[in-house]
């Protein structure tokens, strides 16, 4: 059951943590996805974050637009010279290089998948396929209800369902399987996502999911083409306390 060996725990009865996701980083700083200068992007993200006294920063995949090693150095070095102070975790997108991403997880970079606190857990999905679109492994489905036995906040990078756009056809292969799998633990108090570059909301058998726009670029909504908008770099916000979870997403001026 390796890929949540390793957890990571706060001595606390709340956490407060952001998700930020596809960064598409190049591995010149200079270099730019769709007109938009990525590491820009993401070293204001990081600035912003570095004053919510934070408790942690999930990365939600697709880190890379070259798919350089040194993109991903570029990820560690932004983190790195950026005045943010808590750990970053991170988990895979289709964009991603497993082998990279461990390579860089060192320090403040954590490679741990399962985050425990006083409350609850937090796990990290591999959506990871053999294609764009996602797949979850069913040893990994039987790992994930293993580890199901506390209060759960669930992350993964592709969209388990349709968000009726151009991105569906890259979306999680066998997202309601895995859906499921999660309502019928009965212990899952909601999702996260990335991949789809915009904020979504949608609601699976009582389960809440939240999609979180890119620190990149913003596929327009409601259309079977596939168009970009530079809305500005955003990241989530998400509170979890004895009364619950409260997130919201923060867009940062272009």
């Known amino acids: ?39 820009q992007h993401l070293g204001a993200v990081l600035d912003t974050l570095a004053q919510l006294n934070l408790d942690a920063v999930i ?7 070259d798919h350089t090693y040194g993109s991903y150095q570029l990820f560690a070095r932004l983190i ?32 741990a998948k399962r985050i425990v606190f006083e409350l609850g857990q937090i796990l990290l999905v591999n959506s990871k396929g053999p294609t764009p679109a996602g797949w979850v492994e069913t040893s990994h489905l039987h790992e994930i209800e293993k580890h199901s036995e506390l209060p759960s906040v669930v992350f993964c990078h592709h969209n ?10 890259h979306m999680l292969e066998n997202g309601p399987q895995l859906l499921n799998r999660l309502v019928d633990t009965g212990q899952i108090l909601g999702l996260f996502h990335g991949h789809v570059h915009h904020e979504y909301q949608f609601m699976f058998r009582g389960l809440s999911l939240y999609a979180t726009p890119a620190t990149s670029i913003q596929f327009t909504k409601n259309t079977e083409q596939w168009q970009q908008e530079n ?7 998400i509170s979890w306390t004895k009364d619950g979870i409260q997130t919201e997403v923060k867009w940062l001026e272009k």
């Open 1 to 39: 059951m390796g890929w949540f060996k390793e957890k990571y725990e706060f001595n606390q009865a709340q956490l407060r943590i952001a998700h930020i996701t596809d960064t598409h980083l190049f591995a010149n700083d200079g270099g730019e996805y769709f007109g938009v200068n990525t590491a």
């Open 160 to 169: 388990p369902l349709s968000i009726a756009g151009y991105l569906d056809k």
């Open 231 to 237: 809305l500005g770099a955003a990241y989530r916000l």
């Open 80 to 111: 790195a010279d950026s005045k943010l102070e808590c750990p970053l975790f991170w988990l895979p997108g289709n964009h991603d290089e497993i082998d990279y991403l461990l390579k860089i997880s060192q320090g403040q970079i954590q490679h």
């Open 59 to 65: 990365f939600g995949g697709d880190l890379t637009q």
